[in-house]
């Protein structure tokens, strides 16, 4: 499986981003697909995921009410809609592809940078 990240880039506070991630080399529709992220000098963290079945969704609680995350399975490809955003999302978004819920990603995409200016 390979992951394409994009969607990144600059906003303001308050704003809006959609984030795409779209995977090529096998269907992806048996997996969960996700983001994580990572903000300088921190770990990697989990931020959305979706089953393939689309049923189940879970955020991270930092993120609740904010950010949406779906899936389109015929075009392989899942999204994160980012609304009012915050300084705090500021970081690289990686997509990722495993078993549900996502605890852990199989396969990785590069990363798309995502800035949020106060």
């Known amino acids: 499986v390979q992951l394409q990240a994009s969607g990144g880039g600059l906003v303001q506070a308050g704003g809006s981003l959609r984030l795409s991630c779209a995977a090529s080399?096998?269907?992806?529709?048996?997996?969960?697909i996700g983001w994580f992220r990572q903000a300088p000098g921190k770990e990697r963290e989990f931020v959305a995921a979706i089953n393939w079945r689309e049923t189940q969704t879970r955020y991270a609680d930092s993120v609740k009410g904010r950010l949406t995350i779906s899936r389109d399975n015929a075009r392989n490809t899942v999204y994160l809609q980012m609304n009012n955003v915050k300084p705090e999302d500021t970081a690289i978004y990686y997509c990722?592809?495993?078993?549900?819920?996502?605890?852990?990603?199989?396969?990785w995409g590069q990363g798309t940078q995502v800035t949020v200016s106060s």
């Open positions: 990722s592809v495993g078993p549900w819920p996502l605890t852990r990603g199989k396969y």
């Open positions: 080399g096998r269907a992806i529709s048996s997996y969960a």
